[in-house]
């Protein structure tokens, strides 16, 4: 009754295989230790076959037979396991195309619709794998309003002062300056257009050996190590030829100011601003820092990285940003070296060094100039999706200035690296690596000669810095536009000028052109955040590849399971075989006749029809006098399988197999 | 009993419903197991060896876990936006230009009432910085500043004290009024810069915000001087200003005529009649060109030539002294549907310059609810917009304080427009509003008042983005005759000889007639959603809705009908086992065969209950048990013909 139930329901019907089984299995006596875990009992005498649709109602309990189950089973021979596969497998079109092999127009057609389908299904796949490995991201705009915090604001004189260290090399610098004009300029004068280009040397009392070729037009000046390999460096403008001479003597004699010197007199912020309000509220001593810049004089960093609160900024509007009353008299400083007035600012992230000469305004004396601020944010994705870096630790570069990443701080850095590689100092201009001094010709005699050298190669980017330095992967940007007014005006400026001097112990002298009033502001607070995200995410190329492959194949990851198991089963079948034959022809020549009977059987038959080899492990010798007496029980119960074959009203593949192991 | 039995097995016979597949849960998971077109579960039942068993039950479970999981992803990923970014060419409708002189009244015609206090800020000034004369050329009748003093009591400064604040103590203060130290008490809100003065530090200018009535107290520092006196007279005109009619206001300020000198668009001229008035507070009379909804102009081309060309005449001589300190004028270039923010937004125009300023257009839509927070036209905010324009975010935290204000402080603030049923904060009516306004103007900036929270971006703006320039003009060699030829243009309205310092020039155009849109579109829709469930659901397990349903029927109905009978055997065992102590005569074995009877023939507890509970007692009539076995061989024929009831017969 219990076996009959099972049958039913579980619809299978290897019959002639568990008669042979069941009378086999006494006589199997091979041991198998390999496999102790695994017993005969792989086709149980349940597994009788119901063929009727008709489910008996008798019910009983399959308890007993579930204790008995091993570990793991293997099926006793090919053919059992083929027929199991084909029964069971949820592949669709290899059910047809395995299992119904006694047609054989059945089975080519089926093998041509598997492999058109097949192949249908993979050339999907590729499009989707290629889709998904091209790493596409898709460009997400956000416009987000929030309380910004407000950029840091640099603010630099344009005034370099003279260290009073240095005050002596400069003025021998000025004076061989001007002599210098002097005299190229009154021969510059007598010059014709046609006369051949000449070279006129000073013999300057400066250490580095300076020569002057003048063209017609063209003045330049060379930087020389040996005179055999010179570099000409000329300019169509005398004016940016001397600048550009001064500049380099300048860079010399400030690398002689020794390390310890720190700020000076001039660190006053009253000298160069008058006023300063936040959000209508005065600013203090922790709103700002102090650093020097060699070109572009005291700078003043306000809301900067030391901050004690950063400010924000709840509302858009002048009256709610940084407003600064500048003075922007310009004093005896150096003539030769900075030929504007006025006052520079920029705007840039806390985290950030103040680059004064890649962004920012010039402040016109006498002017109030109005800048409103529109924030950006880029987010890239970095990794597969693009080269960019989150914080410049996978860069090859090592950033010399202590902030956050950003190309332009890679770019500085990567010039530094490979100056002091290539020259043995460092450019003044950006900062220094460890153990290595600022150069100086008066140490490093043809330095200038090597730069030069070296400002070529980077910019036509022999030097790898642009290849090396990634892009940041996040980048906040603050887009400025200016509008700029008249200040003071006309009635107000006799008690603004008054008051501002009286305040500052201070008389403008020049008025208007003396003073500068600058307006920082957020134009509005809403945002724009440019992110990229994948256009191609895992979930939905899973999500594709389902789908592809459920229209072609109607399989599933378990039906790759399946196939996975069948092939272990193949494997350890074959093995155990194997084993079997390889012990039955050595170890028992008694039983081996058996064997090797069975296995002249086997070639004979087709693969899944090799009945024959009963998985000698299976009836490995401990277990089968115990489950012999189970085993040996249910022959009566075989008795009512008689009927069963016959009725068999299963789908057409299954019957097929069972026709074909009739024979 | 008989015939109830039949007529029992007439209606299960009949009954178009069933009960479940199997008899216990066991047998019906395993019918599903076997039956269902899920991949996996029939591997459950199939597979031979306990190892291989669990492997299957760890690999189905594992899919039913991946494909909650990603559909859970998709779920969660399902509001997200695709932006595409159009460029198009095309003729392009010209922005509203809104452009105000900085100084929002002719001074001469706002003397009478700003004398008082025009006077009194002298007198401070000398007092504070000793600073005397102001050489005007316009106020030559002003009057000796040692007279302020006698003339009446000076009302502004009684009512706003400025006070001298030692560096060193704080919290002593100059009234310089009368000349008393006073200790200054309430909180100190001490704006100074320590670091401003760092020379010789001395005393910090500021004054003090009282309520009345209460003692709190708030006194407000200056690092500049300048700022301090701005701010303080600011506030007094404010005051004298907000009791002014708008029809005074704008006789006052300027009119078109005055300030447009020349207008020139698309290569055409205009005049002021081109222009609408509008009227700002705090920079008077403001004229915007192209404001008329209905026809707006538009550009044929793009460059300097086809844009706006206007020059605008700046008397500085007119200009309030301590209300602004710059020149020029301010412009700002919006929608015409909204309200320009010219104290925000505005860009300055210098005088005596050409300032050329780009345009570039780019329009913005973003989705709404549910993919983000923005709203359409403001409706869905509770915050009343009571500006006459479209909603925006600035108008709406500009409503959002100007409402709180005049909640709080009974007025509305001076520089943004009146909310019905109110009117603007002066100190004859509303003595404390200036303390209330700076307490309530620290909150806003705090975020206290919930403004920032409860505004929202609008969903789809236009945005220009502009590029200024400036060159010199009027060029040396043309300044003679253009400003002879201007002074005569304008002969009516100016009376007196143009100065290139009261000229100021302004191109307002297109750089190109490429617009930019920005449009946000739902990246996902239903039909994507579904398919990528039908691509998880098939990659997984092969399953479909189908089965999905397949499993709701086995694992809820099913087994809550196989679950709901068994515990209504149990109840019914167990209430025949209280029953049976009460009729000690009946012999167990009576009851141990009854029982099997009574469990077999069990159904859904809905349908047995009212069929059911008429026999049970009959059972329990003891004595008489040979007809009950007749009916058991009975019930067993009959249970074997019902299919869907198996009950583990005794074997």
């Known amino acids: 009754m219990a076996e009959e139930t099972k049958r039913e329901v579980l619809g299978l019907k290897p019959k002639g295989d568990l008669i042979r089984e069941a009378e086999e299995r006494p006589l199997q006596r091979n041991p198998a230790p390999a496999l102790a875990l695994a017993p005969a009992g792989l086709m149980k005498g349940d597994k009788c076959e119901e063929p009727g649709p008709d489910p008996k109602p008798a019910a009983a309990p399959q308890q007993p037979t579930e204790e008995e189950e091993a570990l793991i089973e293997f099926h006793r021979s090919y053919r059992d396991l083929f027929q199991f596969f084909c029964n069971n497998t949820t592949i669709h079109g290899a059910i047809r195309l395995v299992c119904s092999q006694h047609n054989r127009m059945k089975t080519a057609f089926w093998a041509v619709l598997w492999l058109c389908t097949f192949g249908m299904m993979y050339w999907q796949f590729a499009l989707l794998f290629e889709e998904y490995f091209s790493y596409p991201v898709s460009l997400n705009i956000n416009l987000n309003s929030d309380k910004l915090v407000f950029p840091a604001v640099t603010v630099c004189t344009l005034n370099p002062y003279r260290y009073t260290q240095m005050k002596g090399d400069l003025e021998e610098l000025d004076r061989i300056t001007e002599q210098t004009l002097s005299d190229l300029y009154k021969y510059n004068s007598f010059n014709t257009l046609g006369s051949h280009p000449r070279g006129r040397r000073f013999c300057s009392p400066l250490p580095s050996v300076l020569v002057y070729s003048w063209f017609p037009t063209p003045v330049g000046f060379q930087c020389n190590q040996n005179k055999s390999d010179c570099f000409y460096q000329t300019y169509s403008s005398g004016v940016d030829a001397v600048r550009e001479w001064y500049r380099f003597h300048y860079i010399n004699i400030l690398s002689r100011l020794p390390d310890s010197f720190t700020s000076l007199e001039e660190d ?6 008058f006023s300063c309000r936040f959000n209508q509220v005065s600013c203090s001593q922790a709103n700002y820092s102090h650093f020097h810049h060699p070109i572009y004089g005291n700078c003043y960093t306000f809301n900067g990285e030391n901050n004690s609160n950063l400010w924000m900024s709840s509302m858009p509007g002048v009256n709610n940003g940084l407003s600064l009353t500048l003075r922007t008299e310009q004093n005896d400083f150096i003539p030769l070296l900075s030929t504007v007035t006025g006052a520079r600012v920029t705007v840039h992230g806390q985290d950030e060094p103040a680059f004064m000469d890649d962004g920012g305004f010039n402040l016109r004396p006498g002017v109030e100039t109005s800048i409103s ?73 043809s330095w200038g000669y090597c730069y030069y050298k070296l400002q070529g190669a980077f910019s036509s980017d022999r030097l790898g810095c642009f290849t090396k330095c990634l892009k940041p992967c996040s980048v906040t940007s603050y887009k400025l536009s200016a509008g700029y007014s008249r200040w003071p005006s006309v009635t107000s400026q006799d008690w603004v000028f008054r008051m501002l001097s009286l305040q500052n112990n201070y008389t403008i002298k020049n008025k208007r052109n003396g003073v500068a009033k600058l307006n920082v502001f957020f134009k509005e607070l809403n945002y724009k955040t440019n992110s990229e995200s994948p256009s191609v995410t895992m979930v939905t190329l899973l999500s594709n590849l389902g789908s592809q492959w459920s229209l072609w194949f109607g399989s599933s990851v378990l039906s790759v399971v399946e196939m996975a198991e069948l092939i272990f089963d193949l494997m350890v079948i074959t093995f155990l075989m194997l084993l079997r034959r390889f012990r039955s022809r050595y170890w028992s020549p008694g039983r081996g006749g058996r064997g090797a009977q069975e296995v002249a059987s086997t070639p004979a038959s087709s693969l899944p029809s090799s009945v024959c080899p009963k998985l000698p492990s299976l009836a490995s010798s401990l277990p089968s006098p115990d489950t012999s007496p189970t085993l040996t029980a249910p022959p009566p119960a075989y008795a009512t399988l008689g009927p069963c074959p016959a009725p068999s009203s299963l789908a057409g593949a299954s019957s097929s197999v069972f026709t074909l192991e009739e024979p | 009993m008989a015939p109830g039995e039949k007529i029992k097995a007439k209606i299960k016979k009949n009954l178009p419903v069933r009960g479940p597949q199997a008899p216990t849960i066991r047998e019906l998971m395993r019918w599903y ?102 050489k005007s050329r316009k106020r030559r009748e002003a009057q000796p500043w040692s007279s302020a003093w006698e003339g009446p009591q000076p009302k502004f400064l009684h009512l706003i004290p400025l006070m001298v604040f030692d560096e060193s103590e704080t919290s002593k203060a100059t009234d310089f009024l009368t000349g008393q130290k006073r200790k200054v008490s309430g909180s100190i809100i001490h704006k100074a810069a320590d670091v401003m003065h760092v020379q010789e530090s001395k005393e910090v200018v500021g004054f003090q ?85 209905n026809e707006t102009h538009s550009t044929s081309m793009g460059g300097s030539e086809y844009g706006l060309q206007v020059i605008l005449y700046i008397n500085e001589e007119e200009y309030n002294p301590f209300l602004v300190s710059s020149t020029g004028a301010k412009v700002i270039v919006h929608r015409q549907d909204e309200y320009p923010f010219i104290e925000d ?70 520089s943004q427009p009146l909310p019905p049923a109110a009117n603007y904060c002066n100190y004859q009516q509303h003595p ?88 946000e579109s739902p990246a996902n829709s239903v039909e994507m959603l579904l398919s990528n469930f039908g691509g998880q659901l098939g990659l997984w397990m092969s399953c479909s809705i189908v089965c999905i349903i397949e499993i709701i029927e086995v694992f809820f109905i099913d087994s809550l009908s196989i679950i709901a009978r068994q515990q209504w055997q149990r109840a019914k065992k167990w209430w025949s086992q209280r029953q049976a102590p009460a009729c000690p005569e009946a012999p167990p074995s009576l009851r141990g065969q009854d029982n099997p009877v009574l469990d077999i023939d069990d159904d859904l507890p809905t349908f047995t209950s009212a069929l059911r509970l008429p026999p049970a007692p009959e059972a329990q009539v003891p004595g008489t048990p040979p007809p009950r076995y007749n009916t058991l061989r009975l019930e067993r024929a009959f249970s074997n013909q019902l299919t869907d009831t198996q009950v583990p017969a005794e074997s």
């Not at chain 2, 701010?231 to 005055?258: C, D, F, G, R, T």
């Not at chain 2, 993919?371 to 500006?387: A, F, H, K, L, M």
Request: proline letters at 3%; aromatic letters at 12%.
């Open chain 1, 268 to 273: 006053k912020l009253g000298n160069f601003i």
């Open chain 1, 373 to 445: 601020m529109r924030k950006e944010t880029l987010d890239r994705l970095g990794g597969n999706y693009g080269d960019c870096t989150y914080n410049g630790s996978d860069v090859p570069v090592k950033n010399l200035y202590h902030s956050k990443y950003t190309q332009q701080v890679c770019i500085h850095s990567c010039f530094q690296e490979s100056m002091v590689k290539e020259c043995g100092c460092a450019y003044i201009f950006y900062p220094r690596p460890e153990h290595v001094e600022y150069c100086d010709y008066k140490k490093h005699d």
């Open chain 2, 33 to 134: 197991c076997l039956k269902t077109n899920t991949h996996g579960c029939r591997r459950i039942v199939v597979s031979r060896g306990r190892l291989r068993r669990l492997l299957w039950i760890a690999f189905t479970l594992t899919a039913v876990a991946l494909i909650f999981w990603q559909c859970a992803l998709l779920v969660l990923s399902f509001y997200t936006v695709s932006v595409s970014i159009k460029i198009h060419f095309q003729k392009l409708d010209f922005p509203a230009v809104t452009i105000c002189n900085i100084n929002p009244y002719k001074y001469s015609a706002v003397k009478p009432l700003l004398a008082d206090l025009e006077q009194e800020t002298k007198a401070a000034l000398k007092t504070l910085y000793g600073f005397s004369e102001i």
């Open chain 2, 209 to 293: 915000l009282c309520s009345n009535g209460t003692s709190h107290c708030a006194v407000y520092t200056f690092s500049s001087g300048v700022n301090a006196i701005q701010e303080w007279y600011k506030l007094h005109y404010m005051n004298i200003m907000a009791q002014v009619p708008l029809e005074k206001k704008v006789n006052m300020s300027y009119s078109a005529e005055e300030l447009l000198v020349t207008c020139f668009f698309d290569g055409v001229s205009c005049d002021a009649r081109n222009f609408t008035l509008f009227h700002h507070p705090m920079y008077g009379n403001c004229y915007t060109f192209n404001n008329k909804e």
């Open chain 2, 345 to 414: 937004v505005g860009t300055e125009i210098e005088t005596a310059m050409a300032t050329s300023i780009g345009m570039h257009l780019t329009e913005s839509f973003k989705l709404g609810e549910p993919y983000s927070q923005c709203t359409e036209d403001g409706s869905d905010v509770p915050i009343d917009n009571i500006y006459n324009a479209a909603y925006s975010l600035q108008i709406c935290l500009h409503s959002c304080f100007q409402t709180k204000m005049v909640e709080r402080c009974g007025c509305a603030q001076y």
């Open chain 2, 432 to 519: 404390n509003w200036m303390y209330c306004y700076y307490e309530l103007h620290k909150a806003f900036v705090q975020e206290k008042l919930g403004c920032q929270s409860v505004c929202r971006e609008a969903c789809s703006f236009k945005e220009w983005t502009l590029t200024t320039s400036l060159a010199q003009w009027p060029s040396v060699v043309s300044e003679e005759w253009l400003l002879r030829v201007l002074t005569w243009d304008q002969g009516q309205q100016i009376k007196k000889k143009l100065n290139k310092t009261d000229l100021a020039k302004l191109l307002i155009f297109y750089k190109d007639l490429n617009q930019r849109s920005i449009m």
